[in-house]
């Protein structure tokens, strides 16, 4: 991916390395933006009947910021 998710090198999350492995996460996602996400304070923008365009983007800015998070963790 070109936003730098590839680059970034993880260890796997194992039985025994859950709180490193935590932390490693939550600085990562916090650095790129998508911490909000996983917490649930950043929201789908509501799409009305007639949405405008800026309405329309918003919503499609933000499915494919929740794609990059998703991505990242398969």
Same mark, same amino acid.
């Given at each position: 991916?070109? $936003? ?6 993880? %260890? ?5 390395? @859950?709180?490193?492995? +935590? @932390?490693?996460?939550?600085? @990562?996602?916090? &650095?790129? &933006?998508?911490? %909000?996400?996983?917490? &649930?304070? %950043?929201? %789908?923008?509501?799409?009305? +009947?007639?949405?405008? !365009? !800026? !309405?329309?983007?918003? $919503? +499609? ?11 990242? @963790?398969?």
């Amino acid at each position: 991916m070109a $936003n730098g998710l590839s680059q970034i090198a993880i %260890e796997k999350l194992y039985k025994n390395n @859950f709180q490193v492995w +935590k @932390f490693r996460i939550m600085n @990562f996602l916090m &650095g790129k &933006g998508y911490w %909000e996400f996983v917490t &649930g304070d %950043e929201t %789908e923008p509501p799409l009305p +009947k007639n949405p405008t !365009q !800026q !309405q329309i983007q918003a $919503n +499609k800015t933000w499915h494919v910021k929740t794609i990059k998070v998703l991505y990242w @963790f398969l």
